[in-house]
C-alpha cells in the first residue's frame, strides 16, 4: 500500500504517496533500449547523407522519451501528510509544482466521506470538517482508498472518544 500509518503516544501520522513502477535503474534500461532500437535502422544508413537526415529525429523521440519519464515522475512527486490527534488533525498536501495546501480540523467534527459512485474518481474519499471539504488520496487506487478508509474511520472513532 502505498500510505503508511504510524502511532505515537496520543497522536497518528498518515503518510501518502502515489505508486512509482519505473525505478531509476528501470529509466536507464528504458532509454537505452529505446536508443538501440532508434540505432537499428541508422545503422542500414551509415556512410549516406540520409543519416544526417534522420539523426535529428531519432535524438529527437529519444529526448521526448525522457523528458516524459521525468515529467511523469516529478509529477508523481507529490505527498500528503496528516497528523492525527485529539485536539487536532492537520492534513498538508506538498505539490510538485505548486504552493504547499493545508487543512486543519477538529476532529470532534470531521467527517469522512466515501463515495462509492459519482465522485471525481471511483471510490472518492473525502473529510469534511473546520468549514471545508478536502479530498484525501485522490492517487490511491480505488481498493486502496477503501483501505484506507476503513483504517481512518476506526481511528477516528478512537479520537472522538467512542471507543
Not at 505515537?8 to 529505446?34: E, T
Request: glycine share 10%; hydrophobic share 50%.
Amino acid at each position: 500500500m502505498p500510505y503508511a500509518l504510524t502511532a505515537s503516544d496520543s497522536a497518528w501520522s498518515l503518510r501518502l504517496w502515489p505508486h512509482n513502477a519505473l525505478k531509476p535503474r528501470g529509466f536507464a534500461g528504458v532509454i537505452g533500449l529505446c536508443a538501440g532500437v532508434l540505432a537499428l535502422p541508422l545503422l542500414a544508413m551509415l556512410g549516406q547523407p540520409v543519416l544526417w537526415g534522420l539523426l535529428p529525429f531519432a535524438g529527437l523521440a529519444l529526448w521526448g522519451l525522457w523528458y516524459a519519464i521525468q515529467r511523469n515522475w516529478q509529477d508523481r512527486s507529490v505527498v500528503e501528510e496528516m497528523h492525527l490527534s485529539r485536539r487536532a488533525i492537520h492534513l498538508r498536501r506538498l505539490n510538485p509544482r505548486a504552493p504547499v495546501q493545508e487543512w486543519r480540523a477538529d476532529p470532534a467534527w470531521v467527517t469522512l466521506t466515501l463515495v462509492a459512485r459519482g465522485g471525481p474518481v471511483e471510490h472518492y474519499l473525502t473529510l469534511t470538517g473546520g468549514g471545508r471539504e478536502v479530498e484525501l488520496g485522490a492517487f490511491l487506487m480505488p481498493d486502496e482508498r477503501i483501505a484506507l478508509h476503513d483504517e481512518l474511520q476506526e481511528l477516528l472513532v478512537r479520537l472522538k472518544g467512542y471507543a
